[in-house]
């Protein structure tokens, strides 16, 4: 009886142990309080209020876990956008690095003003400048390759203004956001005008993100075989630009459900709060406003980068939130004091 | 004691009910035996060993879960694609239902040959012909209207030899090895040459793939405003064809990650079973071969839909393995007797 008696106990005993195993990995996450770098002011409570309804099942607001979709706009809404994109800052780096490759750059434009350090000269080559810098740093070789060429760079690439490594310059706040939604069961994108596949080495690493849920512009590519082996080659053609109005056919091609919350900082990103939001059902939108000149930057209607001007005169009629990074976010980057 | 003993053992039993709860919702999946539909041949052992090793920590073949990426084609792979694509069905049926509202289609190719029944005719019409019919059908509604002409013609449309729905038209050995990938950690993906949005409203009920997780051919949409809702333009244009050299364009551009797993049945996935099966560490490519006239069709080099000539020559130095319908499936329609 004696012996019976322990073995029913060692039983017992492991599966008690496996429950506990069981129950130490899910507690911490229901304990801690979602959004801790957010202030406590109207823009958490909105934005806890409006998930909370969706996971209410029998509530008006539930939303089944599929259709809990999330896009994020990247340059600004995650990560810092100015002095310039992230990716232009890229670009240049990558003409100082070919630059002995290519001698003819000396003279010749956009390329000589980057070389001379002159951010003006290149401005005023406008778009064609600019087309022809992302073709010279962006195609020519195999997708595998150019993974490598950018997952190097963001290894050591750092902040013009604060020195700090460029994935060290996300929004801390941004990140708590998307482990908030991903927590009550949404599933998160970025919807980006960068390229894809200068997100895609790092957008898991920064974000929580995996690469087949980042959408983004495209340059062309195709398949060739070389030396028997086959690769994709990257072509100096632009194959799809995922910004303004391209953001919603972007959305519905690479996702193909709409989705029911949409943060993004500029009007490159009023299309597709405009589709979110018209939807019958729930549809949430938020603006990221830079207003924070001290600990990152101050800038809106006039900015060369991330103009926010149509969407914030919108904003209150159309019911988007506007985040001001000022007064709700109590830390904006993780390595402030 | 005796009250504090009886709350112990409250709890415990309370413990033990939650992990049994936990248990029995495991232990079914464990419990059964994969891919009963498939006889036990060579070619069930070689998915088997393959998907094994992916699993097995520590092992050479070892992947890690998120790069178990998994793609199928989707016409003569997953479903039946004789006497013609499901989707020229719904082409041939969308001009019937629209033909009244276009009377000069009866004086005009390729809707005139459709209207009288005659798929000779249409077929003397080539690429030029099938291109208006799909435009004729494909174009000028919303993203949404779409989506619902095409849930409602699947509801009701059958395959001209069967009588069956459509939908019943899955070859019940796929469906089993998706289930089996997924159990396994994969992550399953449609790659077809159809159109993205003629399989995104059905794939999550017949393959249990969720809209996001196919990848096919685009037609181009525009964003656009009517009666102040925005709203998705299909256009009269091809954006992506996702056949042949396309594929592992397609899949580079929507997943961003290089399948270790492919399943293809014609010349039309020979690209991407290429690309699958030349990278370094494993890769693991499979032909269904329609070899059983009796309970499907039986086809190859000859054959307008799914042509297979060149894949099957190289599969058996390419070590792609062929899977012949005939010997290596036990029941190839859910609706065998």
Known sequence: MRTAYDRAEATLASLIAALVMILVGILPALAQEPLPSWNDTAAKSRIMDFVKATVTEGGEGYVAPEDRIA???????????????PQLGFMLDRVKTL??????WKTKEPFKSILNGDLKGLAKGGEMGIMELGTATHAGMTTDQFSKIVTD???????????????????????????????????????SG???????????????????????????????????VPVLKRLPKIDFVDDGRGKPV?????????????AGNSDGDYEMMRWVTAAKGPGFAMLVHHTDADREYAYDR?????????????????????????TDWKKIFAFEQ
């Not at 896009?71 to 994109?85: A, K, M, R, S």
């Not at 750092?158 to 927590?183: F, Q, V």
């Open 153 to 191: 760079w963001f290894a050591t690439a750092t902040h013009p203004k604060t020195g700090k490594l460029y994935t060290d310059m996300t929004y801390l706040p941004m990140r708590e956001l998307l482990e908030y939604l991903r927590a009550n069961g949404f599933k998160t994108y970025i919807v």
């Open 194 to 228: 960068g390229g894809v596949e200068f997100m895609r080495p790092v957008s898991e690493r920064l974000y929580g993100i995996p690469p087949e849920q980042v959408v983004g512009s495209t340059i062309a590519t195709e398949y060739a075989i070389v030396g028997d």
């Open 99 to 104: 630059a002995p490759q290519h001698p003819e």
């Open 71 to 85: 896009v994020f706009d990247n340059d600004g809404t995650l990560w810092t956008e100015q002095p310039y994109y």
């Open 302 to 326: 006039q900015s060369a980068f991330g103009k926010l001007d149509k969407a914030l005169n919108e904003a209150e009629r159309r019911n988007w939130l506007v985040v001001d990074m000022k």
């Open 250 to 262: 972007g959305i519905n091609k690479f996702i193909g459900r709409k989705p029911i919350f949409v």
